[in-house]
């Protein structure tokens, strides 16, 4: 990283759509210098713990790397938001620094006003703005396994956890993802929005275009979410060639690519690359954003599913370049009862994308839940092991490890391999809703649902109810903004039953119609199955 910082013409263009800024990444190494400088007179060191809170990433990215050159490991907090509940963020925020022993946080705008309560708490509060003027300092040595990163899980429980990834974890998957992405350092132009508390977006689409020296344009999740459309604005303004997003990210862009734009507004055919990952692709969604960006030069063999998580840095798999989605139609009941993804093209059938070959240093097998390997194409619990792995969590009882004896690490995702070696992934573990013997899949039902006129999109939850009990079964929750509307709401409940019975042959418990914002999601915007149960009892 530091090398690419001297050498690097390239760098972090950050400031739109107001007022656009672009830094070298050896302008951005020499802010991290001075800001390493501050840390270091302010007593923080190599195995130190510093947390993070700021929101521009001009200032993430040398704030990261400043913390990086004093040995020390970076924690990025959970920002809040217009909808976030602050009293729930603050203790949660507090439980982190706890958790991960930090004695220094660093904040920005527009955080500055969580400082009186930090320190409160007894934390040493450094504010970047006051770092960057300080005198600029080198480095100081660091081995391949000293923590680089405690990376906040996304997970449904309420109490925290942090994935320790490594320097080693950090540079292999780097390595391993600039190969199967085929990256061209000269040509390549990065565009994101992803939220820099989150895995993908900090480690892949911040600290991996900072090791390499990549253009990268960055703006804020909370610029997408105000402008959907400056996502297609920055790709066409600084030919954009790679970016990537969760599932329902693209749904919204297309949806706002038809509603809102005119056929060639925007020019989209520079983009080659466009990750989907972080939550389950749906082959219909990508399918749906192919037809919607073909009026703005948006190639369909440009739309790659993937599959990774934070345990693996982020990256297991990606689609091969060019190939664009690729599904893997299935009989549906045997899939469901059998735990088999045989092919079919008759019948009921069930489409689900390959998520592409495991990138370099990755193994992958699937097992039962006794813990043998399974062949290709039986469905069962995905373990990986490699160099990018993470040895475990730190979290409020101490360090837990994520890997057995022999080095796998159990994803809780049920999934196959295709003959060929391709990622498939049928749904989480603890998600799935087991009656008369048969997998329901959540996914399947929360598709169904949302294809009710009235329902907001990435707003149905299914929901498991008497888990493990010989009468288990599910409810659905959908937001609606008729949700005051008697009427309506009897409509939804009734479509949405019978949607869900014509999709996985299994009627709901009940319906349950909500004001919008009401289903809880974690903080990068997935769905809290197992905290939306009280809101359908």
Same mark, same amino acid.
């Given at each position: 990283?530091?090398?690419?910082?001297?050498?690097?013409?390239?760098?972090?263009?950050?400031?739109?759509?107001?007022?656009?800024?672009?830094?070298?990444?050896?302008?951005?190494?020499?802010?991290?210098?001075?800001?390493?400088?501050?840390?270091?007179?302010?007593?923080?060191?190599?195995?130190?713990?510093?947390?993070?809170?700021?929101?521009?990433?001009?200032?993430?990215?040398?704030?990261?790397?400043?913390?990086?050159?004093?040995?020390?490991?970076?924690?990025?907090?959970?920002?809040?938001?217009?909808?976030?509940?602050?009293?729930?963020?603050?203790?949660?925020?507090?439980?982190?620094?706890?958790?991960?022993?930090?004695?220094?946080?660093?904040?920005?705008?527009?955080?500055?006003?969580?400082?009186?309560?930090?320190?409160?708490?007894?934390?040493? $509060?450094?504010?970047?703005?006051?770092?960057?003027?300080?005198?600029?300092?080198?480095?100081?040595?660091?081995?391949?396994?000293?923590?680089?990163?405690?990376?906040?899980?996304?997970?449904?429980?309420?109490?925290?956890?942090?994935?320790?990834?490594?320097?080693?974890?950090?540079?292999?998957?780097?390595?391993?993802?600039?190969?199967?992405?085929?990256?061209?350092?000269?040509?390549?132009?990065?565009?994101?929005?992803?939220?820099?508390?989150?895995?993908?977006?900090?480690?892949?689409?911040?600290?991996?275009?900072?090791?390499?020296?990549?253009?990268?344009?960055?703006?804020?999740?909370?610029?997408?979410?105000?402008?959907?459309?400056?996502?297609?604005?920055?790709?066409?303004?600084?030919?954009?060639?790679?970016?990537?997003?969760?599932?329902?990210?693209?749904?919204?862009?297309?949806?706002?690519?038809?509603?809102?734009?005119?056929?060639?507004?925007?020019?989209?055919?520079?983009?080659?690359?466009?990750?989907?990952?972080?939550?389950?692709?749906?082959?219909?969604?990508?399918?749906?954003?192919?037809?919607?960006?073909?009026?703005?030069?948006?190639?369909?063999?440009?739309?790659?599913?993937?599959?990774?998580?934070?345990?693996?840095?982020?990256?297991?798999?990606?689609?091969?370049?060019?190939?664009?989605?690729?599904?893997?139609?299935?009989?549906?009941?045997?899939?469901?009862?059998?735990?088999?993804?045989?092919?079919?093209?008759?019948?009921?059938?069930?489409?689900?994308?390959?998520?592409?070959?495991?990138?370099?240093?990755?193994?992958?097998?699937?097992?039962?839940?006794?813990?043998?390997?399974?062949?290709?194409?039986?469905?069962?619990?995905?373990?990986?092991?490699?160099?990018?792995?993470?040895?475990?969590?730190?979290?409020?009882?101490?360090?837990?490890?994520?890997?057995?004896?022999?080095?796998?690490?159990?994803?809780?995702?049920?999934?196959?391999?295709?003959?060929?070696?391709?990622?498939?992934?049928?749904?989480?573990?603890?998600?799935?809703?087991?009656?008369?013997?048969?997998?329901?899949?959540?996914?399947?039902?929360?598709?169904?649902?949302?294809?009710?006129?009235?329902?907001?999109?990435?707003?149905?939850?299914?929901?498991?109810?008497?888990?493990?009990?010989?009468?288990?079964?599910?409810?659905?929750?959908?937001?609606?903004?008729?949700?005051?509307?008697?009427?309506?709401?009897?409509?939804?409940?009734?479509?949405?039953?019978?949607?869900?019975?014509?999709?996985?042959?299994?009627?709901?418990?009940?319906? $349950?119609?909500?004001?919008?914002?009401?289903?809880?999601?974690?903080?990068?915007?997935?769905?809290?199955?197992?905290?939306?149960?009280?809101?359908?009892?």
């Amino acid at each position: 990283m530091y090398g690419s910082a001297r050498s690097s013409p390239r760098g972090l263009v950050t400031g739109e759509p107001s007022c656009p800024v672009r830094h070298t990444w050896g302008e951005v190494h020499e802010r991290a210098r001075r800001i390493a400088g501050g840390l270091a007179t302010a007593g923080v060191g190599r195995g130190d713990a510093v947390p993070v809170l700021a929101g521009a990433p001009a200032e993430i990215a040398p704030a990261g790397q400043g913390i990086w050159m004093r040995g020390a490991s970076l924690t990025m907090l959970h920002q809040p938001t217009p909808r976030t509940d602050l009293q729930r963020w603050a203790e949660e925020t507090i439980s982190v620094i706890k958790m991960i022993g930090a004695k220094t946080v660093v904040i920005s705008d527009p955080f500055l006003d969580a400082a009186p309560l930090l320190s409160q708490l007894g934390m040493r $509060v450094l504010i970047i703005e006051q770092l960057l003027g300080s005198r600029p300092i080198d480095p100081v040595e660091t081995d391949d396994d000293d923590t680089a990163l405690l990376q906040l899980t996304s997970g449904s429980t309420g109490s925290p956890k942090a994935v320790r990834i490594t320097h080693r974890n950090v540079v292999s998957n780097a390595e391993a993802m600039f190969i199967g992405a085929q990256v061209d350092i000269d040509t390549d132009v990065i565009v994101s929005w992803l939220p820099l508390f989150h895995d993908m977006g900090m480690t892949g689409f911040l600290t991996v275009p900072m090791y390499f020296g990549a253009e990268l344009v960055k703006v804020t999740p909370m610029d997408f979410l105000s402008d959907i459309l400056l996502w297609a604005k920055l790709i066409d303004k600084y030919k954009g060639t790679m970016t990537a997003a969760p599932n329902f990210a693209y749904t919204l862009f297309a949806k706002r690519l038809r509603k809102l734009a005119q056929p060639g507004q925007f020019d989209l055919s520079s983009l080659r690359w466009a990750l989907s990952g972080a939550e389950q692709v749906e082959p219909a969604d990508i399918e749906d954003l192919c037809e919607a960006g073909r009026p703005f030069g948006l190639r369909p063999e440009a739309i790659l599913p993937a599959y990774g998580m934070a345990e693996t840095t982020v990256a297991v798999s990606f689609s091969a370049c060019g190939a664009g989605l690729v599904i893997d139609e299935v009989d549906a009941d045997l899939l469901a009862v059998l735990h088999r993804a045989v092919p079919a093209n008759k019948g009921k059938t069930r489409r689900l994308a390959t998520l592409g070959r495991l990138l370099n240093g990755l193994e992958a097998r699937i097992v039962d839940e006794d813990g043998n390997v399974l062949p290709a194409r039986a469905v069962g619990v995905i373990a990986v092991r490699g160099e990018p792995v993470t040895l475990g969590y730190e979290t409020m009882g101490g360090f837990v490890t994520a890997q057995d004896e022999q080095g796998w690490y159990a994803t809780g995702d049920l999934g196959y391999l295709t003959e060929t070696g391709h990622v498939v992934v049928c749904g989480r573990v603890k998600d799935v809703i087991i009656m008369a013997g048969r997998n329901i899949y959540p996914t399947d039902i929360e598709r169904a649902a949302t294809r009710v006129c009235g329902v907001r999109a990435g707003s149905a939850v299914a929901v498991r109810l008497e888990a493990g009990h010989p009468r288990e079964t599910f409810a659905v929750a959908v937001e609606s903004n008729s949700w005051e509307n008697l009427a309506e709401v009897r409509r939804i409940e009734q479509q949405v039953a019978h949607e869900v019975v014509a999709e996985v042959d299994v009627r709901p418990r009940n319906v $349950v119609v909500l004001e919008p914002g009401v289903i809880p999601k974690t903080p990068s915007g997935k769905l809290r199955r197992a905290h939306t149960s009280a809101l359908v009892g």
